[in-house]
């Protein structure tokens, strides 16, 4: 079946380090790809997307390349900061149940010190 | 402002006690969608609804019920609730057709408790 998987956290990293956050995915189709962010107490609020092969979206300085060869979808951010900390969210949409469904990863804790 | 409330925030109840979760939009979209976030898990869709009087079930529907009446409101209703239901519960609504972009607009979450 359709699913995406994230690597697991925590994710602990100094303030101006790079970060890169991994998610695979698997999907009978071509999936519309995206990143979601969760910051502590709230819903979650989408991060970026990308909607077909070699794609790359971006937004806060984050960005993901949709790599249909590989299917992935790697969150990178070239220097994090402490406002970064939150839990990230892979997803994919586009297959049954229309555009609308997503399918979530697991989720990836960030935690980033001063 | 754009938003989707969800009424109550925090809920501790107890085993068999009815309750409902309410949802409400103010962006017009057709499609709205409920989620339970676990640990390790992700969120998991519970139903789902294309339009008023429309509604489909999603991965984990079992013990739960939904309806829509209105475009705006999409109540949670757990009729017997058991302590697996023990969850954080999202949510979410989006456009439906030519106009949706594929980004679901997320509620800030319940977070229900069943001893």
């Known amino acids: 079946g359709n699913s995406v998987t994230q690597m697991e956290g925590p994710v602990t990293l100094s303030e101006e380090a790079f970060l890169t956050i991994n998610c695979t995915y698997t999907?009978?189709?071509?999936?519309?790809l995206f990143w979601y962010v969760q910051y502590p107490g709230e819903g979650l609020q989408l991060l970026l997307k990308?909607?077909?092969?070699?794609d790359k979206g971006s937004n806060k300085g984050f960005e993901a390349t949709y790599r249909k060869e590989t299917t992935s979808f790697h969150l990178e951010k070239g220097s994090v900061q402490v406002s970064d900390s939150a839990v990230y969210f892979c997803?994919?949409?586009?297959?049954?149940?229309?555009?609308?469904?997503?399918?979530f990863g697991a989720g990836t804790r960030l935690a980033v010190h001063p | 402002e754009a938003q989707v409330t969800q009424n109550p925030r925090y809920l501790i109840t107890v085993t068999g006690k009815k309750l409902t979760v309410t949802c409400s939009q103010n962006?017009?979209?057709?499609?709205m969608s409920w989620y339970r976030q676990d640990p390790g898990l992700g969120l998991r869709q519970i139903y789902y609804?294309?339009?008023?009087?429309v509604t489909d079930k999603g991965d984990v529907p079992e013990g739960y019920k939904v309806s829509r009446k209105e475009k705006r409101n999409f109540p949670l209703i757990l009729e017997s609730p058991s302590p697996n239901q023990t969850s954080l519960y999202f949510c979410?609504?989006?456009?439906w057709g030519q106009g949706n972009t594929g980004e679901l607009f997320f509620g800030e979450g319940s977070r229900l408790t069943v001893l």
């Open positions: 999907a009978t189709g071509y999936p519309s």
């Open positions: 979410a609504s989006s456009f």
């Open positions: 609804s294309m339009n008023v009087e």
């Open positions: 997803a994919l949409s586009g297959l049954s149940g229309g555009y609308n469904k997503l399918i």
């Open positions: 962006m017009n979209h057709e499609y």
């Open positions: 990308a909607t077909k092969a070699d």
